[in-house]
């Protein structure tokens, strides 16, 4: 097995500058023309090779850059650089870490991962025609992963003669991040067999981690690190990597030999019950198709709501698709007949939750997994009618008597499943978002509902 390191460029130290004076640009603090930038980056990868020469290469990254974000910033504005296409700045670093890759015998994969669609265009213009061994790696669907409806990325195949694989999650991301089950084998299926397999990929990288564990000073869990493998989630790693090996793998085989080796004698009502995993997350995770409600699987601030309805990614990468803008354009002005159906989703979501609960009476570890999967779904309810309710009365459609309803049903409900379950998700968050308490307290602020209360539960 390889290992292979993620790596953000370009990152310099925060005492460069006191080093390098010379390096300072114009109207930002590093210029990109000057030669010092390549030497250091050349001296930094090769005493990284030399001190750490068990690790068999770098995955560079461009977006999210902390230092010389190439993508995402204008840089310095020097003459020089000024002159320089961003995809340029981009190819030149993508070049020295590869020349310092081969000089000390280690691989190159970069990552076509971008926040917008201006990005996206810089990295297939930056990406195309590299060196035939450089590996392109490239998530499965724009920007982040949100679950399993968003559509395949564009990049994807973008980039003939170069050995390209797509990036998926098994954690996994969008759909609970791993805090409750959710089983996607039918999903890596798809994205194995029809996308990667059809666009000629050459294979999948996939996260298997639980990182926000450790990556996060927010995360407050207490215990042992948990790992995917540890949950019922270790079956996406299993469905993912045989598909990897054979795109026509069936699925259903795989669920029913993984259920009898992880469930034994319990594999039938264990498997029955996990079924139900993806159209539970879906359910709570997504209104009507839009990742929506939710900052990375946390209860979110109101204003990350507002945010991603206002910019989602489905609308800023497919502008004209038809029903992306229909949908959205009825979740900004929602109707009773909206809010009922967004709020029907996370009602059957529940419902399948507690059956699956039922049928795993007495396998503890399952039995919290539904638990948790039944009070995400009942909290996304109310979150899911508090903010829709808000947007109405702000919009002067109604009084505010039906969300000071809701809101006291998310606090009570929060209330409930805390009594129920301690301080774990999805009450208080894991890493980013609030807690349900504050996001009630933000409705009721914007709200200006004048007699609620958010009491500290005991
Ligand atoms: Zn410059």
């Known amino acids: 097995m390889d290992f292979v390191l993620w790596d953000h ?5 925060d005492n460069m500058l006191d080093a390098y004076p010379e390096m300072r640009g114009v109207e930002y603090p590093y210029c990109f023309s000057h030669p010092l930038v390549f030497r250091f980056i050349d001296a930094k990868l090769d005493e990284f090779f030399a001190r750490l020469p068990e690790v068999d290469g770098i995955d560079l990254t461009f977006a999210e850059t902390h230092g010389y974000n190439l993508l995402e910033h204008g840089g310095c504005r020097c003459e020089k650089c000024t002159r320089l296409p961003i995809q340029e700045k981009v190819r030149r670093v993508i070049m020295a870490v590869y020349n310092a890759c081969r000089r000390n015998g280690k691989r190159l994969e970069v990552r076509s991962y971008n926040q917008m669609p201006a990005h996206q265009a810089v990295m297939l213009a930056a990406l195309r025609d590299l060196p035939k061994d450089i590996r392109i790696v490239t998530k499965n669907t724009i920007v982040d992963f949100r679950g399993t409806g968003y559509p395949d990325n564009p990049m994807l195949g973008a980039f003939p003669g170069q050995p390209e694989l797509i ?9 609970g991040y791993g805090y409750m089950p959710a089983l996607l084998g039918d999903f890596y299926r798809d994205k194995i067999a029809r996308v990667a397999a059809g666009r000629n990929l050459a294979g999948v990288a996939l996260r298997v981690d639980y990182h926000l564990q450790y990556g996060h000073a927010t995360f407050f869990t207490p215990g042992p690190p948990v790992m995917t493998f540890d949950t019922a989630n270790d079956f996406n790693i299993v469905a993912a990597s045989r598909l990897a090996w054979d795109p026509k793998s069936d699925v259903r085989q795989l669920f029913t030999g993984w259920a009898r080796r992880r469930y034994g004698d319990n594999a039938a009502r264990a498997g029955k019950a996990l079924d139900r995993t993806a159209a539970i997350s879906q ?4 209104v009507k198709g839009f990742s929506l409600l939710t900052h990375l699987n946390m209860v979110p601030h109101l204003q990350t709501i507002d945010d991603e309805l206002k910019k989602s990614y489905l609308l800023e990468y497919f502008p004209d698709h038809p029903e992306y803008r229909g949908t959205y354009e009825a979740l900004q002005s929602p109707s009773e007949g909206a809010i009922a159906e967004v709020v029907a989703e996370k009602q059957a979501a529940a419902d399948a939750a507690e059956q699956s609960l039922r049928e795993v009476a007495g396998l503890p570890d399952l ?6 999967a039944r009070n995400a779904a009942l909290l996304w309810k109310d979150i899911a009618a508090a903010y829709f309710r808000l947007l109405r009365v702000e919009q002067g459609r109604e009084d505010p008597a039906k969300l000071a309803a809701a809101v006291r049903t998310e606090i009570e409900d929060a209330c409930r499943m805390e009594k129920e379950s301690g301080e774990r998700w999805p009450v208080y968050p894991a890493a980013r978002g609030i807690t349900a308490y504050d996001f009630a307290r933000e409705v009721i602020e914007r709200g200006k509902l004048c007699c609620i209360s958010v009491p500290a539960c005991r």
């Open 367 to 372: 039995e919290r997994d539904f638990t948790t």
């Open 167 to 175: 990036e998926l999650t098994a954690c996994p991301e969008g759909s």
């Open 9 to 13: 460029e370009i990152v310099f130290p």
């Open 283 to 286: 359910g709570i995770f997504f």
